[in-house]
């Protein structure tokens, strides 16, 4: 029918075209052999379906079959898995009634497996046997019972460490150095405390395995102990030990030494150091000056020619050459001689005293300014941070140290020198005394 139709719309669309070529006969013909063909198609078409029908049913058919039987052995599995729990469950509740004690035993290896691997990590000694820890780590992780070589593992690194911490040992071995260059050097290993390679204490890092050089060496005694210790071959050695394996070491490496301890002071602790090295440069020539007009003035006593070179001999020279007067006038002139004499002998006295007055008034004004810093850091940040307040404290304290420490030492100084040119002032008058009394008796 389709056919038809559209050989009718095809007559329609040519219109005049095919009625003027075409009879009617001709058409009614051509109708009947499309429709005789469309026939043959159509019962072709229902052959295969019926084909297609049936063939469809037998795979249906084997479908059901396949799913029937699927669901059988699914049946199957599951009724063996539920047999297999409860077997499971079973086997487990007979396994921990059997191993009760010895999870127990288990859990006290690995928690004392945990323990040695983290002192492992942070041992020195590990630096001379690497990878220790790693073989415990296995055992620690593990949720299966350890075996009988991880348990012998445990047991011979326990004794390992406890032997070693009680040997000095030397072994060569990477080291890095301040700058983090590695370098091949022989190590000497203290137990478990310290490390010296070429006189120098090293440092373990638990983060690489290796030993490395301080960025900053211990004091100079510490140093010295531990370049004897490294030359030595035999015999006993003093060497300094740290027994809380670094942290002692660290806290000398932090504490400033004496340079650095100036430098805290700051420009008020300069100048205080300025002042009191002059000053006692100053006092110690004054002393050396004082030590030879003592020892001058002494042979002026001792010898019967008059020397101009000591305030004696000055006196003298000055009474010889007033011979003719009388007993007042020359006691009047050898007044003058010792009033002359007075002030070079106490020279530099007054400015010694004032440097041993002023040094720790600057170290006062260096505590002053010291805690207006460290006021101004607690306003600025507050009191979270110490190490903010700490250059300040610094400045505070050590000023004071500074000032007291160069006082000290000049007023000793100061004293010494009024000693000593009293001292020379009383032998010129003692002398004076004796020239007039002579005098006077002739």
């Known amino acids: 029918m389709r056919l038809m139709i559209l050989l009718l719309a095809g007559l329609l669309v040519s219109g005049n075209a095919i009625a003027d070529r075409l009879t009617l006969d001709q058409l009614l013909k051509e109708i009947q052999k499309s429709h005789g063909i469309e026939g043959k198609i159509n019962r072709e078409r229902e052959a295969r379906f019926v084909a297609d029908h049936a063939k469809q049913q037998e795979l249906l058919q084997s479908a059901k079959n396949e799913l029937a039987a699927q669901e059988r052995l699914s049946k199957q599995l599951k009724d063996q898995m539920e047999a297999n729990e409860q077997e499971l469950d079973r086997l487990q509740n007979e396994l921990d009634s059997r191993s009760g004690i010895l999870r127990e035993l288990t859990g006290v290896a690995k928690q004392a ?28 992780q593990s949720k299966a019972l350890p075996t009988l070589e991880e348990l012998e593992s445990l047991w011979f690194y326990l004794l390992q460490e406890m032997t070693e911490s009680g040997k000095v040992v030397k072994f060569n071995s990477d080291i890095l150095t301040a700058s983090g260059e590695p370098r091949q050097a ?36 510490y140093n010295s102990l531990a370049e004897k210790f490294a030359s030595a071959s035999s015999g006993t050695v003093d060497l300094g030990v740290d027994p809380t394996r670094g942290v ?8 400033p030494d004496s340079i650095e301890r100036i430098q805290q002071g700051g420009g008020i602790g300069y100048i205080i150091l300025l002042l009191g090295g002059f000053g006692l440069i100053y006092g110690l020539y004054r002393l050396l000056m004082l030590t030879q007009t003592h020892k001058r003035v002494n042979e002026q006593i001792s010898s019967t020619e008059v020397s101009e070179a000591n305030p004696l001999g000055r006196i003298i020279a000055a009474v010889e050459e007033n011979q003719t007067q009388n ?14 004499e007075v002030p070079v002998l106490e020279k530099g006295l007054s400015m010694i005293k004032l440097l041993a007055a002023v040094a720790p008034l600057l170290g006062l004004l260096g505590t002053v300014t010291g805690m207006i810093a460290t006021f101004q850091s607690i306003s600025l940040f507050g009191t979270g941070d110490p190490k903010l307040m700490a250059s300040g404290i610094s400045q505070a304290l050590v000023t004071t140290m500074l000032g007291l420490c160069a006082a000290v030492p000049l007023l000793f100084l100061h004293s010494l020198l009024a000693y000593r040119s009293r001292a020379l002032i009383q032998i010129l008058d003692e002398q004076s005394a004796g020239i007039i009394s002579r005098r006077a008796g002739k």
Do not use: H
Not at 121 to 130: G, L, M, R
Not at 248 to 255: E, T, V
Not at 327 to 340: P, V
């Open 327 to 340: 007993t007042e006038t020359l006691e009047l002139i050898l007044d003058e001689a010792i009033t002359r």
């Open 186 to 221: 022989e190590v000497v290993r203290i137990g478990t405390f310290n490390a010296i390679a070429d006189g120098q204490y090293l440092r373990y890092l638990s983060e690489t395995g290796k030993l490395a050089e301080l960025a900053r060496q211990p004091g100079s005694n």
């Open 248 to 255: 002692i070491l660290s806290m000398l490496i932090q504490a």
């Open 113 to 140: 497996a945990g323990d040695l691997k983290a002192d492992l990590e942070n041992s020195i000694v590990s630096a001379q046997f690497p990878e220790r820890s790693g073989k415990l780590a296995a055992m620690t």
